[in-house]
């Protein structure tokens, strides 16, 4: 049961809200950077405080990326 009461995105809403690719979440899944939540059906879903992880993740990639060239 999860405590967070709220909207839950799937991962093409999550792909539009963090303007990142559909792989790109699923990669930084992968390499445990974000963790999603689960359906019955093992789809994924994202709550806000996962998708704020995201933005994040995003913007400190895009730093690193600007930093060395």
Avoid: H
Avoid at 9 to 21: F, G, H, L, Q, R
Avoid at 24 to 46: D, F, H, I, M, S
């Amino acid at each position: 049961m999860s405590l967070f009461i709220g909207k839950y995105y799937t991962i093409s809403e999550a792909s539009k809200y963090v303007n990142a690719d559909l792989s790109t979440l699923r990669r930084w899944e992968y390499e445990g950077r974000v963790k999603p939540l689960r359906t019955a059906g093992n789809q994924r879903c994202y709550t806000q405080p996962c998708l704020t992880a995201c933005i994040l993740i995003k913007s400190d990639t895009q730093r690193k990326q600007n930093f060395y060239g």
